[in-house]
């Protein structure tokens, strides 16, 4: 919103700009549209900018200096745009405003500003800020409006100013100048001022109502006159001199009977007269007068000792003045009388003070440190001189807002505007400060560890719950049995978010009840401390037991509420579980530790329409009628198997299923609203194989008799491995052949893979703590490539772990700011924080290492070991490596090589250490040298070469004349050289990638690669073709090869049919053109990608046919020819999309995203509503997904203002797909800044929403914030994020700097390199060049 003070002096004009919408208040109170010339005296304060988007877009602190100009021009800018933004924040729409306090209401400063969350103090700040910069007069202006009660006849109002400087250069006010004047809105009633000031230099009262031009300075007498002389508006028009003629006119008439006030009169020279005002005022004075002696009178009759209020005003007059702490009878010896006088705020009262007691005095020189010791040496001797309460108040007031003044300058100034240094590197945080706990009350909380004490292990749970899917209350009880392994007095555990109404504490055979003496809550570790009036004896079990309710929330972690649409449009509710890593607490008191493991029985109370849903069973269900009501049953269900509080899960819905058995007869059914159902057949069937194959892989049965997967519509995850009831989002499990494409199969089928793995591999055996998260998902994540491929050949799931698995951890732990696999957790925050691709990505791609150093049976055999020796119960890490290293000394035939390796020397070298090797592989003389040094693409800081961590590093290497591979070993050692082969073409190592480590070349090998590719070598796999490409493109990024070899070894792909090659290079030629986006350079790289991709665009078509793979690369290369622009690529997607929308052609499933992406971005309006219609009626999960993120390709920028709005609003779409809406916006070239610019306006509404789960915020910050390429960008990505709490997301953010610097850094390094080759190459091809054509490469 915005206020305009459009005629400067007499009147008050609104524009609001909500939603866009512009009005403006006329004079006659009329609500008008706005105009562009409304705005003009914006316009010019803003220096050229559009002064509503500027409020809009600025986005907070991170406003920062144009180029040229200087730091204090740019804090002035700043501090303009900050309060027009504080002002847009913190305001309404106009039209509640304005029925509050236009025209004939009052008008408070909180109805102008009518945000609730804000204090009065805050409002009345930003209405001090907003009048501040309507009134162009002054350069720096403070009114303070107030409230007063309407005049009916003029519709006038009071408003207090305090002027701090006058328009005209030659004038000043004193800052603590004081005016009051009634203030017409309509500008045609009598306008009077009042004023009071101190200042060397003051100008007239009248100044405040006419804009005349003001006195010169004058004396302070006559200042002193100017502060109590009247104005009327009705003196506007009048000049200087008609006024002071009218004044000497009445004051000649006035001489006679009132020779004071005639005194006072003529020495106002410059101020309006006229006697009405001189009158009233007088009457006012009177009043005043007599209030001040009806006070006196009122202080007489008390004494004066021991008087509180007097105390208080003597000590605040004290702080003022500067006058030591005084008895405040002490003021007795002002006068004879003993009466107090009630000084003014400024020296001329105390002088008339001073006066009146009868002691003559100086009057004080201005300033107020001259001010000070002037009272102090007067006034010492009386001890204290008292003032009136409302002048205590005033000043307390001016105190309090000198205080908010100085916090708002600080909160919004100084981030905006900080110098650029220049130097890249991560924000450095300053650490917490150490506190010792204590409880919401204040009170000492005894227990300061994030651990729970280990004197108390739990060994069952028995939980009741009840939760009423219309109130969303729960109700719940829990009884813990527990064994004593220390003696001790207290028990901790963990409690989040709920009441807990009742506890008891007994003995296992309930003889002997404990009294817990105190509870205690500490809610930053959500522990509960209870304190027992006697010990609890080692070895003893005991029985603690709980009450406890809570209230059902949309969270997504914990026990929270789900909803879906049914098939008839009506809105159902579910009641779901998400405990990982750390919410059972959020559900029931429990000791929430993955290794405090338990049994767990549950009583679901739940309504008849309802089904409940446990780890384990149905064991029985009884009717609750009798007791609470019609319909209510409760099942119980089966005691689980000893497992982790966070594999806990419990369901209530109205959900249907689906139902098959495994061979080793387990139950696997897949549940789902109703109406969906049928689309799990297919995560069904892939349950059903892989369970079994997972049976003889780990050699050890499943160890519950049924296996649930659930879909579950809000979900923040992509599934849950809750043990026998595992959780998914929609479209993780759901697959509907007619509307799906191979993508998406193949991704129900990785993601069940990988939760069933879980059933082994962190349910069974469990890390015994958080840092070694990394052992479940790193392996979970190996086996969903191993499982999906076992149930799905076709799929060829060997190069594709090598793209979504190696390939991608390579590039996140080349980054400075990456972490070892294995790290220690030491705060909550961290926990969530460790759940990132280094967990899941590079620990799968270390144990693929392993397992192709050691061989598949070998590796087999030790995790054979490994889940038998820990089974249900806990492990660590070295656990793992020495069940391994055991299977491999027993192996009958030992890996190739010198025998086993040092399996926990070699995991540790991965595990431990952040980063990974770049292996340097120079081959001369018949010696093949192997070296090895940390690969980072920025250097690191401060780092030493002797410090350079070393790996264990398995390397195989194809050499040409040479049968078989050449395994070579650095066992922690720099380098080491071989022999081999003297004459050699070439040489390749990390045969098929299956080392975590990148490889490089002299330069005449690179060359010879290339020819391999070129020439289509059946020496090179599609996995060692892809990691070639991909090894090349990034040493360039890293600054250690020339752009020219990645770009020579891309045209291999005009001959290329795998699909790993065209996905590595789509992903490094894609970010290229990103970066060069507003290059010269951008053409000719899209022109040779349009080359590149023509041959085999030509062979594959658009129709649907093939394998699996043929498919998969087929929507990669329309999809890649659409967004280069390849002319035939864009008319046949846009033609495709036409004949959905006109003649409801269906679009192929393997197309939809490409064709309904393409539709939208060269479409108009229409066709972006009919896609958004359709999405809001789409019932099947994945189409929804597709239309969704296809919303997002739009051109328009209103459009994408107002999808970006009403998706993050939550009620159109769901929060939990609000990431998805990022990551399509973000990848649109023309949406990009302004999705930054709305995730800055937004970022506290988006931290609200998503503030407690990492994927969210994560995934923001990496796909938004990574991209920039400028270091504008970099400092206002750093500007923004300042100072602000992201959690477990400040890691991302790290890594997403980084990423912009090493944008930065290739646009100057490389950017020339490439547009020399690019033009080289272009020529050559006019030349006559004859054109690339496809081939079938083996896959
Ligand atoms: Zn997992």
């Not at 002002?87 to 509640?96: E, Q």
């Not at 300053?430 to 292990?457: C, H, I, K, N, Q």
Request: net charge positive; with cysteine; aromatic share 8%.
């Amino acid at each position: 919103m915005l206020f305009s003070d459009r005629s400067q002096q007499s009147h008050l004009s609104l524009v609001s700009a909500s939603d866009g919408g512009l009005t403006r208040i006329t004079d006659d109170s009329q609500l008008i549209k706005a105009s562009s010339d409304d705005f003009a005296p914006f316009q010019r304060r803003f220096r050229g900018y559009d002064p509503v988007l500027s409020y809009r877009e600025s986005g907070g602190a991170n406003f920062k200096s144009a180029p040229g100009e200087s730091e204090e021009a740019c804090d002035r800018r700043h501090a303009n745009i900050a309060n027009y933004q504080l002002k847009t924040v913190t305001s309404r729409p106009s039209k509640a405003l304005v029925g509050k306090c236009f025209p004939n209401t009052v008008c408070k400063p909180e109805n102008l500003s009518n945000d609730r969350k804000l204090s009065q103090s805050k409002r009345t700040a930003n209405i001090v800020s907003f009048v501040d910069e309507m009134d162009p007069t002054s350069r720096s202006v403070r009114r303070v409006l107030s409230s007063a009660e309407p005049n009916k006849n003029t519709q006038s109002r009071q408003v207090s100013q305090s002027y701090s400087e006058a328009s005209r250069p030659n004038s000043t006010i004193s800052s603590r100048s004081f005016s009051t004047m009634s203030y017409s809105w309509s500008g045609h009633s009598s306008l009077t001022c009042t004023s009071s000031g101190t200042g060397a230099a003051e100008t007239s009262g009248r100044q405040c109502c006419t804009g005349s031009e003001p006195r010169p300075a004058a004396s302070r007498d006559s200042a002193q006159t100017q502060r109590k002389s009247p104005c009327t508006a009705s003196d506007r028009p009048s000049s200087p001199q008609s006024s002071v003629d009218s004044c000497s006119e009445d004051l000649s008439n006035l001489r006679s009977g009132r020779k004071s006030a005639a005194s006072r009169l003529k020495k106002d020279k410059g101020c309006l007269a006229g006697l009405n005002s001189y009158l009233s005022n007088r009457k006012k004075k009177a009043q005043k007068e007599h209030r001040r002696k009806e006070r006196k009178k009122l202080i007489k009759m008390k004494p004066h000792r021991g008087d509180i209020f007097v105390k208080i005003r003597s000590y605040v007059r004290n702080l003022v003045w500067g006058l030591p702490l005084g008895d405040p009878t002490a003021a007795s010896h002002l006068g004879t009388s003993g009466t107090y006088r009630a000084f003014g705020t400024g020296p001329q009262s105390m002088a008339d003070a001073m006066s009146a007691s009868g002691r003559t005095t100086t009057p004080p020189p201005n300033g107020p440190g001259e001010r000070a010791l002037y009272n102090k040496a007067e006034y010492a001797g009386r001890k204290a001189v008292v003032c009136s309460p409302r002048r205590a108040a005033a000043v307390l007031v001016l105190v309090f807002l000198a205080v908010l003044a100085i916090a708002l300058v600080a909160a919004f100034a100084r981030p905006a505007c900080l110098p650029s240094t220049g130097v890249v590197g991560p924000t450095t945080v300053a650490p917490p400060v150490a506190t010792r706990p204590t409880t919401a009350d204040g009170e000492p909380f005894p227990w300061d560890s994030l651990r729970l004490p280990p004197a108390v292990l739990p060994r069952r749970y028995e939980l009741l719950l009840q939760p009423n899917l219309t109130t969303f209350a729960v109700v719940g009880r829990v009884k813990i049995q527990i064994t004593v392994t220390q003696e001790t007095s207290f028990i901790v555990l963990h409690s989040r978010n709920m009441t807990i109404t009742k506890r008891e504490l007994h003995t296992s055979d309930d003889s002997v009840n404990v009294s817990i003496t105190r509870l205690l809550l500490y809610p930053e570790r959500d522990q509960v401390y209870l304190s027992v009036n006697e010990s609890l004896q080692l070895g003893q079990n005991y029985t603690l037991s709980f009450e406890f309710n809570y209230t059902l929330r949309e969270a997504l972690e914990g026990f929270y509420l789900s909803h879906y649409t049914a098939a008839n449009g009506s809105k159902r509710y579910l009641a779901t579980t998400q405990f990982e890593p750390n919410a059972a607490r959020a559900a029931f008191p429990c000791f929430d530790e993955p290794q405090l493991k338990a049994t767990f029985q549950l009583a679901m109370v739940r309504h008849e329409s309802h089904t409940a849903l446990f780890n384990t069973p149905r064991r029985s269900t009884a009717d609750l009628d009798f007791y609470l009501g019609a319909g209510i049953k409760q099942d119980d269900f089966f005691e689980t198997v000893r497992m982790s509080t966070y594999l806990v899960a419990f369901i209530v819905s109205d959900y249907a299923h689906i139902s098959d058995t495994t061979d080793g007869n387990v139950l696997v059914s897949v549940w789902a609203p109703p109406h969906l159902v049928q689309q799990g057949q297919f995560a069904a069937q892939v349950a059903v194989s892989v369970l079994d194959f997972y049976t003889d892989y780990f050699g050890l049965p499943y160890q519950l008799p049924k296996l649930d997967l659930v879909a579950i519509p809000d979900f923040a995850a992509g599934a849950m491995e809750n043990w026998g009831l595992c959780t998914f989002r929609l479209t993780s499990l759901l697959y509907e052949p007619s509307s799906g494409g191979s993508a998406i199969q193949q991704w129900v089928t990785r993601v069940v893979a990988h939760e069933l793995a879980h059933q082994w591999f962190g349910n069974l055996v469990t890390m015994e703590w958080w840092n070694d998260l990394w052992l479940n998902e790193g392996f979970a994540t190996l086996m969903e490539f191993i499982g999906a491929g076992h149930a799905r050949p076709e799929y060829h799931m060997g190069q594709q772990f090598m793209l979504e698995a190696t390939l991608t951890a390579l590039a996140l732990d080349s980054l400075r700011d990456s972490h070892p696999i294995s790290v220690e957790v030491t705060d909550p925050d961290q926990i969530e924080s460790i759940f990132d691709t280094i967990s899941y990505s590079k620990g799968a791609a270390v144990l693929y290492m392993l397992m192709k150093e050691l061989g598949q049976p070998v590796f087999k055999a030790g995790l054979n070991k490994y889940l038998r020796r820990h089974s249900l119960g806990s492990a660590r890490t070295a656990d793992l490596w020495a069940a391994v290293q055991e299977a491999a000394a027993e192996a009958e035939t030992p890996p190739a090589g010198d025998g086993p390796p040092d399996v926990q020397a070699m995991m540790d070298s991965w595990t431990r250490q952040k980063s990974y090797p770049l292996i340097s592989v120079v081959l001369s003389a018949g010696r093949l040298t192997v070296r090895q040094a940390p690969f980072t693409q920025l250097p690191a800081v401060g780092a030493r070469q002797s410090d350079a961590p070393l790996w264990h590093v398995p390397l195989s290497c194809r050499l040409h004349r040479r049968a078989g591979l050449l395994a070579v070993r650095l066992n922690g050692t720099a380098s080491v050289t071989v022999s081999a082969p003297r004459q050699s073409a070439w040489y390749y190592c990390n045969v098929n990638k299956t080392g975590v480590y990148r490889v490089t070349y002299p330069a005449d090998n690179w060359a010879a690669l290339q020819q391999l590719l070129l020439a289509g070598s059946s020496h090179l796999s599609v996995q060692d073709r892809a990691a070639i490409i991909d090894d090349a493109f990034s040493l360039n990024r890293a600054d250690l090869l020339n752009a020219s070899v990645p770009l020579r070894l891309s045209t291999s792909l005009s001959r290329e049919a795998g699909l790993a090659p065209w996905a590595v290079s789509r992903r490094h030629l894609d970010w290229w053109l990103q970066l060069l986006y507003d290059q010269p350079t951008h053409a000719p790289l899209q022109h040779f990608v349009r080359r590149l991709i023509a041959p085999q665009y030509g062979q594959l078509g658009w129709s649907e046919q093939g394998s699996h793979v043929v498919r998969r690369l087929r929507a990669l290369v329309l999809a890649w020819a659409v967004s280069v622009r390849l002319p035939e690529a864009v008319a046949r997607a846009r033609t495709l999309f036409s004949d959905w929308r006109n003649a409801g052609l269906p679009v192929p499933p393997d197309l939809r995203q490409l064709v309904y992406s393409t539709g939208v971005e060269y479409g108009d309006t229409g066709d972006w509503q009919f896609v958004w219609q359709r999405y809001l009626n789409a019932t099947t999960p994945t189409e929804k997904n597709s239309l969704l993120r296809a919303l997002g390709a739009s051109t328009d920028p209103l459009i994408l203002e107002h999808f970006l709005r009403i998706s993050l609003a939550g009620e159109l779409v769901r929060s939990q797909d609000f990431v998805l809406v990022v990551e399509s916006t973000a990848a649109n070239q023309a949406a990009r800044l302004r999705l930054w610019r709305f995730v800055r306006l937004n970022w506290h509404k988006i931290l609200d929403k998503f503030g407690g789960g990492t994927f969210m915020i994560d995934n923001i910050i990496q796909e938004l914030v990574s991209r920039f390429s400028t270091q504008l960008e970099l400092e206002e990505v750093r500007a923004f994020f300042d100072g602000k709490d992201l959690r477990s997301a400040s890691r991302s953010l790290r890594q997403a700097l980084e990423s912009i610097q090493l944008n930065i850094r290739w646009r100057g390094s490389h950017q020339a390199a490439a547009a020399a080759w690019l033009e080289d190459w272009s020529r050559r091809e006019a030349a006559g060049a004859a054109p690339p054509t496809a081939r079938h490469w083996p896959n």
